[in-house]
């Protein structure tokens, strides 16, 4: 029913009351798209984060399971996926064969704080082809969750609803001031928003304003920014850890087989370019599997960490060594000196390497190798003939040190 004056005609709003409500419902929905802008660029960001993460650990997993993959052992390849059930944010893990069969699988115990936004986000899981010597040997799948979404989301719905309490508040006293007060720092705020959105500035901070309430919501918005600013250098952080692990071996340190492949066809490009040669050096321990069979497999990874040592003493600056499979290993000598030849390479390693190695018993153990060279572009113009002939040029000398003992 219409409100009417006593005269009988129409009751009339007051300036002030249309001003209030005007200023009010502004007020409001600039404040609620703010921080709902800021909300989601917060939520796309760590969920490419937390995408990139996955990624890499599955790399990681796809590392971890190939020796199990190739025997097909389901216990192997359950305690190559464990670094990976340590990692948040991951669900669950599958491994399957060459024949799209499972081969093992995790689930995490855990309970998943926000089914919806897991479904969302994370509905497919990522998946890599593992290969080996060329041939896909089978597939790791990984699952996300949004357990790493979910505090952010919180903690962003209360800042958020504590910026519309403050503001509800402050927009009642400020209702009678000039527009243009609240025009200007909600502009500000705006204007922090914009560049977090589309620039993923989240470096960037509302400054004091004159407004005490809006100058409160800027500290909360600030608080906002401080936690996401935190969480992306977190992510980051592990990011780079992830990327490390994906590339490097556990054991030794040194980079592993999809380090190796990239590095060798960088520096082929290179010497393409630049018409120089390289060596490639294949090294293969004679008696490893003895020294696991009789010392225990403490020994043998000692024993692994003494080669990996003994033949990083044997290079140059610039040169590059890697662990490939189990006591493989390769080296890349870049540039080759043309007064060098491969074989004296060869024999310095073996030298270092016939050192003997102090096992964690106290034992002293000689360990023999078995090296061989291939040379680019003289005996090989691309990375996979060159690893051919240095495989080749290792299994002679694997066959003649047999022949001479």
């Known amino acids: 029913m219409t409100r009417r004056a006593s005269d009988g005609a129409p009751a009339r709003t007051s300036l002030q009351k249309l001003l209030s409500r005007f200023h009010f419902g502004i007020t409001l929905f600039a404040v609620a798209l703010s921080g709902l802008t800021i909300l989601l660029s917060g939520i796309t960001a760590m969920r490419g984060y937390a995408d990139r993460n996955i990624e890499l650990a599955a790399q990681l997993g796809a590392y971890g399971v190939e020796p199990a993959l190739v025997f097909n052992d389901a216990a192997a390849a359950r305690e190559g996926l464990a670094p990976l059930m340590k990692i948040p944010g991951i669900a669950r893990l599958r491994v399957l064969n060459d024949r799209g069969q499972p081969l093992t699988e995790w689930v995490s115990p855990s309970e998943d704080p926000a089914p919806l936004l897991t479904h969302a986000f994370f509905a497919e899981p990522v998946a890599v082809t593992i290969h080996r010597n060329g041939s896909a040997i089978g597939t790791i799948e990984v699952w996300g969750d949004s357990s790493t979404l979910t505090d952010y989301v919180r903690i962003g719905l209360l800042a958020g609803l504590a910026c519309l309490i403050v503001t509800a508040l402050g927009t009642i006293v400020m209702a009678r001031r000039f527009e243009y007060e609240l025009v200007k720092p909600l502009g500000e705020i705006a204007t922090v928003a914009h560049d977090v959105r589309l620039h993923r500035r989240f470096d960037k901070r509302v400054q004091p304003l004159g407004i005490a309430e809006l100058d409160r919501l800027g500290g909360d918005i600030n608080a906002l920014l401080d936690e996401l ?80 040592h003994r033949i990083g003493t044997t290079l140059r600056d610039g040169d590059f060594a890697a662990r490939i499979g189990g006591d493989e290993f390769v080296v890349l000598i870049d540039p080759l000196d043309p007064m060098v ?8 390693i073996r030298t270092s390497i016939a050192q003997p190695a102090t096992l964690p018993g106290g034992e002293a153990y000689r360990l023999t190798a078995s090296v061989g060279a291939a040379v680019f572009p003289d005996e090989a113009t691309d990375a996979a003939a060159l690893l051919t002939v240095a495989d080749a040029a290792m299994y002679a000398d694997k066959l003649s040190n047999r022949t001479r003992s």
Do not use: C, Y
Not at 252 to 267: C, G, I, Y
Not at 274 to 297: M, S
């Open 229 to 308: 600013q935190g969480w992306q250098g977190s992510m980051e952080s592990e990011r780079a850890m992830l990327a490390h692990r994906a590339s490097h071996d556990a054991l030794t340190a040194l980079p592993n087989r999809a380090a190796f492949d990239e590095q060798l066809a960088l520096r082929i490009a290179a010497a393409q370019h630049q018409g120089t040669r390289l060596a490639l050096l294949f090294i293969d321990a004679d008696n490893f599997k003895a020294a696991n069979d009789r010392f225990g497999h403490a020994a043998g990874d000692a024993v692994l960490v003494a080669l990996s």
């Open 341 to 348: 030849e491969p074989q004296m390479l060869a024999e310095r």
